[in-house]
Structures are given as structure tokens and as C-alpha cells.
């Protein structure tokens, strides 16, 4: 029996090799050579493109003879359309392996263009658990964003543009090759991309340690992703070069990726993806805004955990009774979100009539995810709907 008493068998999904550090991304042409890779896809977004970060993958992999050709139009919440171009592409110009850079809307592209490359159909066929059948090419991501730790799953998040829904697709055969982790590449975010990345990451720590798959080893990356945003997320948002809270976030973000994909997410998620989808929020400013709320909602289902993110946040003392710590996380989260000039949902230009409107379709798409029925509280249609109303 395991400490938390429901999972005594725990699956472990990671990449093979992760290089973390300053200077990691540097690793690229040399892990690329190890892979076998004569010609990659360089997959990013525009911004990283015209940052010139994509160029000097491509001067990294040419000094070690690998040859590429990038697909530079990876848009927020990816959509089922990238991953057809840039699977065009990658057919045309005789590539085989893929490098992405950027955020988690890149790294996950990548990853389903590279699974695409090997099986056929569309990536709508492979939505769910385990549904790939056959190995994708070797893929490398490199994420410059902290983060959605999306460098560490085996998960990839691609926008249904038929249906207007976010699928989520989880299968080991979409686990990186290899993740180049390398905190120096997010010295550049802007302050609301680091708060919302930010609140993302704390989100994968705290619902990984909540959830009903969690599990001895998953609880491990998940506290260190809890104790290392409490450290840093609030200093790399003020201070935007001090290395230490940007490599403290790094870590964090990809803890949280390994803590939540082998383990789940839950409620927070389940809610945000259809508000994603529908009034194309960022992914963390979407989860921010419903933090709050939905840990109100959650806390009786599993105070002695709840109370425990409390402490190594560092905003309950370490002998605080489990309703106190409990009641500091709902107040901390909530100081968290107006600290990071973080709005509530009737900020973020969505009016109530347009959220009323939308209610019963996210409400019955958020359940449909899979993801709420792994919260400690369960909730209903009608709770669902509740949360949304209260985080506006
Ligand atoms: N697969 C997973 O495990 C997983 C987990 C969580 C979220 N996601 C998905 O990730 C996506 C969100 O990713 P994201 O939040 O990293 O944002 P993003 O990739 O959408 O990037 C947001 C913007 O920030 C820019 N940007 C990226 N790095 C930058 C830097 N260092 N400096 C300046 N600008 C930079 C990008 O160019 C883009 O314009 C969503 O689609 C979400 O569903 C996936
Ligand atoms: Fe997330």
C-alpha cells in the first residue's frame, strides 16, 4: 500500500535523456548525431523564428552535419492544420527527425508531427490513452518557455479545428527522444507570459500531488515543483534576469511535466482547456484564473494534501493544523494571481452573457476530458458551471 493508498502499481513515462543547464540547448547537434538524424524539422513558432532562436539550432545541428528545414508557423493552442504542414513539409524535404523549440504550443506540434510521421490518418484518430500504434521519428523539444514542462510528457494538447475542441492525446510514443533543457532561452519572457507559464507550472505540481493517480514517485517531482515555484516564480516575474528564480522555474516546470503526465491533471485542467478552446485564453492565464476557485471547491476532498502544498509553498507553518494550511493555500493562490497582475475572468474580455452562453457546452466538454473525474472532490455538471461563474 502506498502512502496515499491507491496506486500500488505506478506507470513511469520520461525521455531517455535530458540535458539541463545553461547551455544545454548547445547539446542539440550531438544528441541529434547519437538519434541517427541526417535531416531535421525545425519546428517553432514565428516569434522564435524571428528571434533568430531557430537559426542557431540550425547553426548547432550543421556543426554536427545534420542538415534542416524549419517550419516556422506553430500557432498558440496548435491546431490539427500545423501538424498536417508541417507533417507536408517534413514528407518533402526528406527529413527525418524533428527539433522543437519554443513553448509548449511548439513542443507540442512537434511531438505530433513526428508520431504523424509513422502512422496514418489524422492526429483526431489518436485522441486518448495509449491509442498510437507504431513508433514516430526520433523527436528532440527544447522548451523556452517555463513552463508547461511539455519537454518531459508524454502528452501533447492539439487544437480539433473541425470541432473547436483541445484533444488530448497521451501515449508514451509521444515521450521526446530527448528533452535539452535549458533555463537561458526564458531570460526573454515578458512579464504576463512568466506569470501565466508560471501558474501553469505551479497548477501541474499541485494537481499531479492531488489527483487520485498519484503515487510515491510522482509526489516527489510534484513537491519539488510546489517548493520551487513558491522559491523563485515571484522574483523571475520581478527580476527578469536574475538566473537563479529563472533556472529555479526551469526545473520546476519540467518537475511538474514529469510530476503530472505520470500521475494526472485534474479539475483546474479539465475547466481550462474548454476555455481555451472557446475564447482562446492563454493556457496559464486560463488555468490562473481558475485556480483560486477550484481549490476552494477541491480542499474537503483531500485537506491533509491540500494543507500540505500549503507548507512548502512556505504559506502555512510546518505545524499548522490541516484547515488553517488549507485556508492559507485558497488565500495564497488568490494574492498570488493580484500579485502577478493575473485578472479574474471578467478581466480577460470575456462578458458574462458571451461565458453564460458557452456554460453548458465547456461544462459537458471539460467532463468529457477525463480529467475531472481525477480531482479528490468529483464535481457535477452544475459544479462545473458554479466554478466558471465564481472565477468571473
Ligand atoms: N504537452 C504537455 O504536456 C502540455 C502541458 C501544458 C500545456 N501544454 C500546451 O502548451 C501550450 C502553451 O504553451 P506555452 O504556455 O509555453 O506558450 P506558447 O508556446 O503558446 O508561447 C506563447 C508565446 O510566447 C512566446 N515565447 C516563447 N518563449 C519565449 C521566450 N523565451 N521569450 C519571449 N517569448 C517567448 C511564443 O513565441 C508565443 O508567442 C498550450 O497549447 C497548452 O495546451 C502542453
Ligand atoms: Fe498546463
Given at each position: 500500500m502506498t502512502e496515499w493508498g491507491m496506486n500500488p502499481i505506478a506507470r513511469i513515462n520520461i525521455p531517455a535523456s535530458i540535458f539541463i543547464g545553461a547551455g544545454a540547448a548547445g547539446k542539440t547537434g550531438y544528441q541529434a548525431r547519437l538519434l541517427g538524424l541526417r535531416r531535421a524539422l525545425v519546428v517553432c513558432d514565428p516569434h522564435i523564428a524571428a528571434s533568430g532562436r531557430a537559426g542557431e539550432i540550425a547553426r548547432v545541428l550543421a556543426a554536427e552535419g545534420v542538415e534542416t528545414t524549419v517550419y516556422n508557423a506553430v500557432t498558440p493552442d496548435p491546431t490539427d492544420r500545423n501538424v498536417a504542414e508541417g507533417l507536408d513539409m517534413l514528407r518533402r524535404e526528406g527529413c527525418d527527425g524533428v527539433v522543437a523549440i519554443g513553448g509548449g504550443s511548439s513542443i507540442d506540434a512537434g511531438k505530433a508531427i513526428a508520431v504523424m510521421a509513422a502512422n496514418p490518418g489524422r492526429i483526431s484518430d489518436y485522441a486518448?490513452?495509449?491509442?498510437?500504434?507504431?513508433?514516430?521519428?526520433?523527436?528532440?523539444?527544447?522548451?523556452?518557455?517555463?513552463?508547461?514542462?511539455?519537454?518531459?510528457?508524454?502528452?501533447?494538447?492539439?487544437?480539433?479545428?473541425?470541432?473547436?475542441?483541445?484533444?488530448?492525446?497521451?501515449?508514451?510514443?509521444?515521450?521526446?527522444?530527448?528533452a535539452l533543457v535549458d533555463y537561458t532561452l526564458s531570460l526573454s519572457m515578458p512579464k504576463p507570459l512568466t506569470a501565466h507559464v508560471g501558474v501553469d507550472t505551479l497548477t501541474h505540481g499541485i494537481e499531479a500531488y492531488v489527483s487520485c493517480k498519484a503515487s510515491a514517485m510522482t509526489d516527489g517531482w510534484a513537491l519539488s515543483c510546489i517548493r520551487l515555484t513558491g522559491r523563485h516564480l515571484k522574483t523571475a516575474w520581478t527580476i527578469p534576469d536574475d538566473h537563479t528564480a529563472r533556472e529555479g522555474m526551469m526545473l520546476a516546470a519540467s518537475q511538474g511535466g514529469m510530476a503530472f503526465a505520470n500521475?494526472?491533471?485534474?479539475?483546474?485542467?479539465?475547466?481550462?482547456?474548454?476555455?481555451?478552446?472557446?475564447?482562446?485564453?492563454?493556457?496559464?492565464?486560463?488555468?490562473?484564473?481558475?485556480?483560486?476557485?477550484?481549490?476552494?471547491?477541491?480542499?474537503?476532498?483531500?485537506?491533509?494534501?491540500?494543507?500540505?502544498?500549503?507548507?512548502?509553498?512556505?504559506?502555512?507553518?510546518?505545524?499548522?493544523?490541516?484547515?488553517?494550511?488549507?485556508?492559507?493555500?485558497?488565500?495564497?493562490?488568490?494574492?498570488l494571481n493580484l500579485s502577478l497582475e493575473i485578472p479574474r475572468l471578467s478581466g480577460c474580455g470575456i462578458s458574462m452573457t458571451a461565458l453564460e452562453t458557452a456554460l453548458d457546452k465547456m461544462a459537458a466538454n471539460a467532463l468529457a476530458s477525463g480529467s475531472p473525474q481525477n480531482n479528490p472532490r468529483v464535481p457535477s455538471p452544475e459544479d462545473i458551471k458554479q466554478l466558471y461563474l465564481e472565477a468571473y
Open positions: 486518448g490513452y495509449d491509442q498510437i500504434p507504431h513508433d514516430g521519428l526520433p523527436m528532440i523539444a527544447i522548451p523556452t518557455t517555463a513552463g508547461t514542462g511539455s519537454e518531459m510528457t508524454k502528452v501533447t494538447v492539439i487544437t480539433d479545428t473541425e470541432r473547436h475542441i483541445k484533444m488530448m492525446l497521451l501515449d508514451p510514443r509521444l515521450l521526446p527522444s530527448a500521475s494526472s491533471v485534474c479539475l483546474v485542467h479539465g475547466m481550462s482547456r474548454p476555455l481555451g478552446a472557446v475564447f482562446h485564453l492563454p493556457h496559464g492565464l486560463s488555468n490562473a484564473v481558475l485556480l483560486p476557485a477550484v481549490t476552494r471547491f477541491s480542499v474537503s476532498g483531500a485537506p491533509d494534501r491540500y494543507a500540505q502544498i500549503a507548507r512548502t509553498l512556505g504559506w502555512a507553518a510546518a505545524d499548522s493544523v490541516d484547515t488553517d494550511a488549507c485556508e492559507r493555500l485558497i488565500e495564497g493562490l488568490e494574492a
